[in-house]
């Protein structure tokens, strides 16, 4: 596993890497504003479309706590290994993230 920012400069292979540090941190900085902007664009958007179901009684929420437990449960680690990408999964406990995440809806979406 190739260590992220490399150490000393150079990849794991030991060849030169041609990036500092500083570059790096701007990178991953730029990278996780990035995804925190389209989770909330979502997040924006998720919410209006329930508001706008809620409003008209089309929505079940029974039915959809129900669903989004059972989507989590089955494609959650999938969603996970999609959104973190190969670089991440490869650091990142990513079982014991789905289970937490599966646990959280479950507790958060029981009632």
Known sequence: MEQFPPVNGTHNSGQPHDHDPREWTETLVRSVAHLAAQLTLNQIRLRALATELQAR????????????????????GGYLRENLGEALVEVIDVETLEQDL?????ESDAG
């Open 57 to 76: 009684d089309a929505l079940d929420q029974a039915a959809v706590a129900s669903r989004v437990r059972a989507i989590a449960a089955a494609e959650g």
């Open 102 to 106: 599966v646990a959280f809806l479950a």
